[in-house]
């Protein structure tokens, strides 16, 4: 267990609306990062960062911002939701202790744009 | 362009009967191939990390093994509790943040 923990787990919202995903972790890693999974495709990068206000672009970042004021809080926002971003969104951390370079995923958040 | 294949998409395996999965990878300056579990609902659940050529790595029934060019999963006596979708990473080349690309996955059903 990474001290992940993703809110909302589920949401359904309407076209246009925008919404916030929060990532939030108790182990003070200095990078994380938000995927989304859609069947066929597997898992995308859509931002990731490497520090509080360090953030950067993933190969999905289109319609989607991020935000990171706090080490522990990793927000992704969609500005005006559409039907395309219908989707599971998971955030990870990078263990950077020792040698290797995991990343550990928390449990998702299903997000259902109508 | 960095890529991870994985095969097959979907095994069906019959409790006992042991097998394999693949991971094959076209990325510069391997960093470490990465093996990944996912139950239904659930996140990816990190298995093993592979870093050169002829390493192996061993957990329970999993065993874990790295060519230059692929990676195997091999699964031996599997139980009903394996069933899941295996997915492997790889880093992408160039650049220090550990961006990983992944494979679409092999979802794994194994029947008592």
């Known amino acids: 267990d990474a001290g992940i923990t993703q809110s909302p787990r589920h949401k359904v919202t309407e076209t246009g609306t925008p919404v916030t995903l929060r990532c939030h972790q108790t182990e003070n890693h200095r990078y994380m990062y938000w995927y989304r999974q859609d069947p066929g495709h597997g898992l995308r990068l859509i931002h990731y960062s490497y520090g509080v206000k360090d953030t950067d672009k993933g190969e999905v970042s289109d319609g989607y911002s991020v935000s990171r004021s706090k080490t522990e809080d990793f927000l992704l926002t969609l500005e005006s939701a559409t039907s395309s971003q219908t989707s599971v969104y998971f955030c990870?951390?990078?263990?950077?202790?020792?040698?290797?370079?995991?990343?550990?995923f928390g449990p998702g958040t299903r997000l259902t744009v109508l | 362009e960095d890529q991870v294949t994985q095969s097959p998409e979907a095994l069906r395996l019959q409790e006992g009967e042991s097998s394999s999965l693949n991971c094959s990878y076209t990325?510069?300056?391997?960093?470490?191939l990465f093996w990944y579990r996912q139950d239904p609902g659930k996140g990816p659940e990190f298995l093993f990390t592979?870093?050169?050529a002829g390493e192996e790595k061993e957990k329970e029934r999993l065993k874990a093994t790295l060519t230059k060019k692929e990676s195997f999963l091999h699964i031996t006596a599997p139980k009903p509790e394996d069933s899941a979708t295996y997915l492997c990473a790889v880093p992408r080349y160039g650049g220090s943040q550990g961006n990983l690309i992944f494979g679409k996955g092999t979802k794994l059903s194994v029947k008592p």
């Open positions: 592979l870093y050169s």
């Open positions: 990870a951390i990078r263990s950077t202790s020792g040698s290797t370079n995991e990343q550990f």
């Open positions: 990325v510069s300056g391997l960093r470490g």
